[in-house]
C-alpha cells in the first residue's frame, strides 16, 4: 500500500485500487468542491487482511468525515475486499460514511455484502456517480461537504 496524507484540511479519505484511479477519483472530489485528506493506493492483490488495513489507516485519519473505496476487481477479488470492509464496520462501527465503487472478479457477491450493511454500493456507474453519492450520504449527516473558501 501506499498512504500520503494530504491536506490537513480534507474530510474526504480515499481508497484506490491503483494510483491512476485514486489520482482521477481526487481530481473528481476537488471537482465536486470536497478536499481529500489522504491517498492511498491499495494496489493489486489486495487481501481480506490489507483491504482491512487500509480502510483502518483511513478511518484513523484526523478529520475524515466520509470514505471513498474506488476499486476495480481485475486481480482484485471483490467478495474478499468486501469482506474486509463489512468486517471492519461491523468492528469498530465508524462514524464516518463508507461509500464504494466495486468492479471485477465477484463483484455480484461483493455488493451484496456491502449491500447487507447498509454500505452505499456504485455498481454500474461512473467515479463521478460515486463521490455524488459519498457528498450526499455525508450531507445528509450534516457534515460540510464544500470545503473550498471560493465557492
Known sequence: MSYVRLNHEGNIGLIAGGAGLGMATMDTVY??????????DLGGMA?????????????????VEGVFINAFGGINNCREMAK??????????PHQVIAVKMRGH???EGWALLEAKNIPVVKHGTTEE?????L???R????????????
Do not use: C, W
Open 31 to 40: 471537482f465536486y468542491g470536497g478536499i481529500p485528506a489522504n491517498f492511498l
Open 47 to 63: 487481501t481480506p487482511e490489507k483491504t482491512a488495513a487500509a480502510l483502518n489507516i483511513v478511518l484513523k485519519t484526523p478529520g
Open 84 to 93: 474486509a470492509i463489512v468486517r471492519v464496520v461491523e468492528e469498530i462501527n
Open 106 to 108: 465477484s463483484q455480484d
Open 130 to 134: 460515486g463521490i455524488i453519492l459519498l
Open 136 to 138: 450526499e450520504k455525508m
Open 140 to 151: 445528509e449527516k450534516g457534515v460540510k461537504t464544500d470545503g473550498h473558501p471560493d465557492r
